[in-house]
């Protein structure tokens, strides 16, 4: 089985301390690698006409948006973060968990932050999908779901390369999004607006949950519903950290040690962890 990328790029600094590769080749063979991974993300996400990955989200933004004025869709991407902010501050009761689901529903600027980030002009780390991609091939996955499923360009690679997919997100506004999204591409997918409807049970194979731990109001409660929706010897694939961050008020979890905890209390065993790009790992469901 070829080794996931992180691991083929921690083999490879190894083989730079051992002497038998020079640090200049070793940038070289990591920006290679990584090339290909983001080679992988803009195929699946181009939409037609297009072949430069920002030009085409940004196309794409407008054509929701009805707004044609690329500049001007640049400049809401760019000014996100900053209005994401705003509204926390102008909506959120942080002691209202309430508050804080319905601040999500809400956002205008979330959408602009999230399509900006998959450009990957400010942050190679969407690319992580492509890894959860690889392992869910390696691993023989055959149902997949994307927990928090922001703007759904995940769900896209997936559903690139056929794997049937659900995504789940507590934002009506986002999950409608992503239906528009799919849509356009002809891509089939099941949809679940957490404010309505529950996870099935024993459903997935598969889930990832990228960079939603730390915007969670009970993720402890979160690793047991997703316990229950996994299917026994199931996979999670997840990143369950976060940085301190001003910039983003909405990374409300800092101490992820209770959910640790918790998982292992449930019976969650992690076998295998990114040591060398971005820190995600996998839990398989025991």
Not at 203 to 224: C, K, Q, R, S, Y
Request: proline share 4%; net charge negative.
């Amino acid at each position: 089985m070829e080794k996931l990328l992180p691991d083929q790029l921690k083999g490879l600094w190894q083989a730079v301390v051992q002497q038998e590769l020079t640090a200049d080749e070793f940038a070289r063979r990591q920006e290679g690698l990584l090339a290909e991974y983001a080679k992988t993300w803009t195929q699946a996400l181009l939409i037609e006409g297009y072949a430069d990955l920002q030009e085409s989200l940004l196309a794409e933004i407008g054509q929701y948006v009805g707004c044609t004025d690329i500049g001007e869709l640049q400049r809401r991407c760019q000014q996100a973060v900053p209005h994401v902010r705003q509204e926390w501050q102008q909506q959120v009761n942080p002691g209202d968990p309430r508050s804080i689901a319905q601040f999500y529903d809400a956002s205008h600027a979330m959408l602009y932050e999230l399509m900006w980030w998959h450009t990957l002009c400010d942050d190679a780390s969407p690319l992580a999908y492509v890894t959860a991609l690889h392992f869910a091939q390696q691993h023989g996955c055959r149902s997949s779901l994307d927990f928090g499923s922001g703007v759904g360009s995940g769900a896209i690679l997936f559903r690139r390369h056929g794997f049937p997919v659900t995504l789940a997100d507590i934002s009506s506004r986002l999950l409608r999004f992503c239906q528009w999204r799919l849509g356009e591409r002809q891509l089939a997918a099941d949809y679940i607006d957490l404010n309505i409807l529950a996870l099935p049970s024993q459903a997935f194979d598969l889930i990832t949950a990228m960079d939603v731990f730390e915007h969670l109001v009970d993720p402890i409660g979160t690793v047991e519903q997703l316990w229950e929706v996994l299917q026994p010897g199931g996979f999670l694939f997840a990143r369950i950290d976060a940085q301190p961050d001003e910039e983003r008020p909405q990374h409300i979890v800092h101490d992820f040690g209770p959910t640790f905890d918790r998982m292992q209390e449930l019976g969650f065993v992690q076998v295998w962890r990114d040591e060398w790009l971005w820190g995600h790992q996998v839990f398989k469901k025991t």
